[in-house]
C-alpha cells in the first residue's frame, strides 16, 4: 500500500528520513468466507453467492488468532466473499477487538442495515470500508446487480452516522475511469474518511479480464488527479486519507510530481520513498483464505504456502524453504527484465510479482503494469536494440510551485 497522503503532507511539514524498518509481523487479510451476495467482474476471490465446502470453524477460527497475536501480527482485515455472511462475524470481531488488534471489516457495503449497524458500530471496528467502482449503474454493472450503488452508499452513511472511520476502495480499469472524478467529489461530500485507489491485479476474475486495464496514459492521468486532489483537500484543512494499491510505482512516479512541482523536496522525498521501500507482499501483507491456506497476499491464491490446519500461521509465514517467499523477502527483489535493469527498483521493489506470472509465466520477470517510461527508469536503446541503463530522467522544474485549487 502507497500511503499518498503521508508523502503530500510532508511537503508542507518535512520529516527526515530514517531507516527501513517493518512492523512486528505482517498485516492478515483474512477472507472468512468465500460466498458473496454480488459476482464483480474483478473478484480475486471469485466469489458467488453459494456456500463453499470446508471452511474454517468459529473454533478454528480462534486457535489461528491466538497464534496471530503471539506471532505479533498488528492488523486483521476480515474480509471474505462477503464477511456479513458469515453468522459469527460478529463475535469474530468482538474477539479480536478484544486481543488488541487493529480490525478492519471489508465489505461490499450492501447488507449494511438497520438490522445490524448496532452490533457493527458496538465492536468498534477501527476501520470499514466498503468497494465502489464507480457512481451509480457504473457501479452496479461492476458489481452485477441493481441497486447495489445504492445499498452501499447507505451502508456507508450509517456507518459513518455511528462514527466509524469509513473508506472506499475503487479499482480502476479502462471502463469506470471516468468516474473517477465523480467519486473524489463523493469521498468530499460524504465526509469519508480514506479513499483507495486499487489498480488492476491480473487475480481471480481479474486476470479474466484483464484486456479491460487501465492503459498507461490513462493511470498517469488518475495519478496526477490523485496528487493534485490530495494536496489541495489538504490544504483546505480536510483530514481526507489518500492510498494506493496493486501497483508500486505510484511511489516513482509521485517523485517525478514532486520534481516539477516542488523541486526543493525532491532529495528528501525520494529518501523517504527508499524508506517506504515498496511492495510488501510475502513481508508485512498475508493471507489467509476461507479454508486456511495461507498466500503471500490476496492476490497469490494460485500459490499455498500451508494451511493453518497443519501448521501454525507463524510456521509457515517464518519458513523460507519457499523459493517463492524467500525471492519475496529480499529487498530489492532479484528481478529480470525491465525491472530488474529499472533505476528506481529499491524504491518500487518490482511492483506486482502476480501480473508479471500471469503475463510472463515468470513471477520475478518485468510488471506489464508498471507506466512509467524507459526515460522515467533510466533505460535507453542500446546499439543493437536492446534496453540498457542510463542516467534517469527527472525534469525539474525550477519556479515556485504554486497551490493547487479546486
Not at 327 to 334: E, I
Request: glycine fraction near 10%; charge should be neutral.
Amino acid at each position: 500500500m502507497f500511503r499518498i497522503s503521508q508523502f503530500i503532507r510532508e511537503l508542507d511539514n518535512p520529516v527526515a528520513p530514517g531507516p527501513r524498518r517493518n512492523p512486528p509481523g505482517p498485516v492478515v487479510i483474512w477472507n472468512l468466507i468465500r460466498r458473496c451476495n454480488l459476482t464483480c467482474k474483478h473478484c480475486y476471490s471469485i466469489s458467488a453467492d453459494t456456500d463453499f465446502a470446508g471452511e474454517l470453524s468459529t473454533d478454528e477460527v480462534y486457535r489461528v488468532m491466538d497464534d496471530l497475536k503471539a506471532f505479533r501480527v498488528p492488523v486483521l482485515i476480515l474480509s471474505g466473499g462477503e464477511p456479513l455472511l458469515r453468522p459469527d462475524i460478529f463475535d469474530i470481531g468482538r474477539r479480536a477487538k478484544g486481543m488488541g488488534f487493529y480490525v478492519g471489516l471489508s465489505t461490499n457495503g450492501t447488507l449494511i442495515g438497520r438490522h445490524n449497524i448496532d452490533a457493527i458500530a458496538q465492536i468498534g471496528f477501527d476501520y470499514v470500508g466498503v468497494s465502489l467502482d464507480g457512481i451509480g449503474d457504473t457501479h452496479d454493472r461492476f458489481r452485477r446487480m441493481a441497486g447495489a450503488f445504492d445499498a452501499s452508499l447507505a451502508g456507508i452513511r450509517l456507518c459513518h452516522e455511528r462514527g466509524l472511520k469509513v473508506g472506499v476502495r475503487y479499482t480502476m480499469t479502462e471502463d469506470n475511469a471516468h468516474d473517477l472524478p465523480g467519486l473524489l467529489r463523493l469521498v468530499e461530500d460524504e465526509g469519508i474518511d480514506k479513499f483507495y485507489f486499487s489498480h488492476l491485479n491480473y487475480a481471480g476474475r481479474g486476470n479474466k479480464y484483464r484486456a479491460d486495464d487501465a492503459r498507461h496514459q490513462t493511470t498517469r492521468q488518475a495519478m496526477d488527479l490523485l496528487f493534485d486532489t490530495c494536496l489541495d483537500r489538504q490544504r483546505r484543512g480536510l483530514a481526507h486519507e489518500f492510498v494506493t494499491g496493486n501497483n508500486d510505482a505510484d511511489g516513482i512516479y509521485l517523485m517525478h510530481w514532486v520534481a516539477q512541482r516542488f523541486p526543493q523536496h525532491l532529495e528528501r522525498v525520494t529518501a523517504r520513498l527508499r524508506q517506504w521501500g515498496g511492495n510488501a507482499s510475502g513481508v508485512n501483507v498475508a493471507n489467509i483464505d476461507n479454508l486456511g491456506v495461507v498466500h503471500p497476499d490476496t492476490m497469490w491464491w494460485h500459490e499455498s504456502l500451508g494451511n493453518v490446519r497443519e501448521r501454525p500461521f507463524s510456521a509457515i509465514w517464518s519458513d523460507l524453504s519457499n523459493p517463492l517467499m524467500a525471492g519475496l523477502r529480499q529487498h530489492p527483489r532479484a528481478l529480470r527484465g525491465r525491472c530488474g535493469q529499472c533505476a528506481w527498483l529499491d524504491i518500487c521493489n518490482g511492483s506486482s510479482r502476480v501480473r508479471a506470472g500471469q503475463i510472463t509465466g515468470d513471477v520475478w520477470s518485468e510488471d506489464p503494469g508498471c507506466y512509467l517510461s524507459d526515460q522515467e527508469i533510466g533505460l535507453a536503446e542500446g546499439a543493437a536494440g536492446e534496453r540498457v541503463r542510463t542516467t534517469p530522467y527527472i525534469p525539474l522544474r525550477r519556479e515556485p510551485a504554486q497551490t493547487v485549487t479546486r
